[in-house]
């Protein structure tokens, strides 16, 4: 074995095996998303592996069943080892475990399913909110950079720190006096949140899922400027952020979505952002957008974003002279689905995308600036959508495998009561 050699065999090694790596999924990852399940697997080291799958966000009752078949997918694509770890709301004792907690020792990558993120606060926190000694084991094994943390819907939205989202619409999120630290039924779509935050493995801002398709881009930036935070990140679903060496002073975020679906993550910026007032309505301004697809990487130390080089910028070269006619439904409510759909509002839309719509057709255009409108009235908002040369604002398209592929840095939105 030459010097060269072993040298990139170590570099490569330190790379997907010693760092603090993460796998954050924004929900409904699909059993064929391949692309998705391999990372994690190589992250966690590959045919060294032992994944250790946690469905304590499911309703106990599926708990079991659910770890079933996300055991079954490790194996399918190639993970050594992978065993079920069984804490969930009727077995929450095994967070103390020393049988559990030994074979949580042991693994290199632990997997959150989706479900409710508060019940994976019941399953791994103690009454005090100490943690408990599964959740501890899980944290060393990932501070020493033994063991990856992956995680989907529920289990990447409780990665983050302070403030955790729990639940709400944006419509509701812009018109409520300000987010409620605790779920009220008269009130159900109201923006909720966790004051505690989650288990704070994702160190970069909030997290939210099922980004683009639940049109949730109204109540994280409420939300993230109530909390005094300065980005957060919405990913879409069945595609993955991925931050390699998160713990370190210069960590690597790339975006991975499967090669028959155009998603992405959106990073929201709200350093230059402010709120205002206006007839005792919340409003905001300046915050900065930036939409990332597959191959796009972002830097958060330096907020530097790197396009995917089979991407050009879109600038002179937009197809359509004007942007798309402004959207009547710029967060995709669920409440304008129709009466049959009522029973699964909460899970379908009517009108999806639409702010990412509007978005990426804005860069394909001659237009500066567009808008779209709420849903819901009474009040109105209106969010407007603007190519800034203050924030450098910048449009990328490219083709892959026949898939048109957008990308957006430094987009300004503004978030104003429409009287």
């Given at each position: 074995?030459?010097?060269?050699?072993?040298?990139?065999?170590?570099?490569?090694?330190?790379?997907?095996?010693?760092c603090?790596?993460?796998?954050?999924?924004?929900g409904?990852?699909?059993?064929?998303?391949?692309?998705?399940?391999?990372?994690?697997?190589?992250?966690?080291?590959?045919?060294?592996?032992?994944?250790?799958v946690?469905?304590?966000?499911?309703?106990?009752?599926?708990?079991?069943?659910?770890?079933?078949?996300?055991k079954?997918?490790?194996?399918?694509?190639?993970?050594?080892?992978?065993?079920?770890i069984p804490?969930?709301?009727?077995?929450?004792?095994?967070?103390?475990?020393?049988?559990?907690?030994?074979m949580?020792?042991?693994?290199?990558?632990?997997?959150?399913?989706?479900?409710?993120q508060?019940?994976?606060?019941?399953?791994f926190?103690?009454?005090?909110?100490?943690?408990?000694?599964?959740?501890?084991?899980?944290?060393?094994?990932?501070?020493?950079?033994d063991?990856?943390?992956?995680?989907?819907?529920?289990?990447?939205?409780?990665?983050?720190?302070?403030?955790?989202?729990?639940?709400?619409?944006?419509?509701?999120?812009?018109?409520?006096?300000?987010?409620?630290?605790?779920?009220?039924?008269?009130?159900?779509?109201?923006?909720?949140?966790?004051?505690?935050?989650?288990?704070?493995?994702?160190?970069?801002?909030?997290?939210?899922?099922?980004?683009?398709?639940?049109?949730?881009q109204?109540?994280?930036?409420?939300?993230?400027?109530?909390?005094?935070?300065?980005?957060?990140?919405?990913?879409?679903?069945?595609?993955?952020?991925?931050?390699?060496?998160?713990?370190?002073?210069?960590?690597?975020?790339?975006?991975?979505?499967?090669?028959?679906?155009?998603?992405?993550?959106?990073?929201?910026?709200l350093?230059?952002?402010?709120?205002?007032?206006?007839?005792?309505?919340?409003?905001i301004?300046?915050?900065?957008?930036?939409?990332?697809?597959?191959?796009?990487?972002?830097?958060?130390?330096?907020?530097?974003?790197?396009?995917?080089?089979?991407?050009?910028?879109?600038?002179?070269?937009?197809?359509?002279?004007?942007?798309m006619?402004?959207?009547?439904?710029?967060?995709?409510?669920?409440?304008?689905?129709?009466?049959?759909n009522?029973?699964l509002?909460?899970?379908?839309?009517?009108?999806?995308?639409?702010?990412?719509?509007?978005?990426?057709?804005?860069?394909d255009?001659?237009?500066d600036?567009?808008?779209?409108?709420?849903?819901?009235?009474?009040?109105?908002?209106?969010?407007?959508?603007?190519?800034?040369?203050?924030?450098?604002?910048?449009g990328?398209?490219?083709?892959?495998?026949?898939?048109?592929?957008?990308?957006?840095?430094?987009?300004?939105?503004?978030?104003?009561?429409?009287?």
């Amino acid at each position: 074995m030459n010097l060269f050699f072993l040298l990139f065999l170590i570099l490569f090694l330190v790379q997907t095996i010693a760092c603090s790596n993460l796998v954050l999924v924004g929900g409904h990852l699909a059993d064929d998303n391949e692309v998705v399940y391999k990372r994690i697997i190589s992250l966690a080291g590959g045919e060294n592996s032992y994944i250790g799958v946690i469905t304590a966000a499911s309703a106990p009752e599926y708990a079991k069943e659910n770890g079933e078949y996300y055991k079954k997918l490790f194996e399918k694509y190639g993970a050594n080892k992978v065993d079920w770890i069984p804490i969930d709301l009727n077995h929450t004792s095994n967070n103390d475990n020393p049988d559990v907690v030994s074979m949580i020792n042991k693994m290199t990558g632990f997997f959150f399913g989706g479900g409710d993120q508060e019940r994976l606060i019941t399953c791994f926190y103690l009454k005090n909110r100490a943690q408990s000694l599964a959740l501890k084991t899980i944290q060393r094994r990932y501070s020493n950079y033994d063991a990856v943390i992956a995680g989907s819907s529920a289990g990447t939205t409780i990665q983050q720190g302070i403030p955790m989202v729990t639940g709400g619409e944006s419509w509701d999120a812009c018109e409520q006096t300000k987010p409620y630290p605790k779920y009220d039924p008269d009130y159900p779509d109201y923006l909720t949140y966790n004051p505690d935050g989650g288990f704070n493995f994702f160190k970069h801002g909030s997290l939210d899922t099922h980004f683009s398709q639940r049109g949730r881009q109204g109540r994280m930036i409420r939300l993230t400027s109530y909390g005094k935070i300065q980005h957060y990140y919405g990913i879409d679903e069945n595609t993955a952020l991925v931050v390699l060496d998160s713990l370190s002073n210069n960590p690597t975020m790339e975006i991975i979505s499967p090669p028959d679906e155009v998603s992405g993550v959106w990073v929201m910026d709200l350093s230059q952002s402010s709120e205002y007032t206006k007839n005792d309505y919340w409003n905001i301004k300046d915050v900065k957008a930036s939409f990332l697809t597959e191959g796009d990487k972002y830097y958060p130390s330096t907020g530097k974003y790197v396009i995917a080089n089979w991407k050009t910028s879109l600038n002179g070269r937009e197809i359509y002279p004007s942007p798309m006619t402004p959207t009547d439904d710029v967060f995709s409510s669920p409440d304008a689905n129709s009466r049959q759909n009522k029973r699964l509002k909460s899970l379908t839309r009517t009108n999806p995308n639409k702010f990412t719509k509007v978005s990426t057709d804005l860069f394909d255009s001659k237009g500066d600036n567009t808008y779209g409108i709420t849903y819901e009235n009474d009040p109105t908002y209106k969010v407007f959508f603007e190519k800034s040369a203050t924030f450098n604002s910048e449009g990328f398209q490219g083709y892959k495998k026949n898939l048109n592929y957008y990308s957006i840095r430094n987009m300004k939105i503004d978030i104003k009561y429409d009287d």
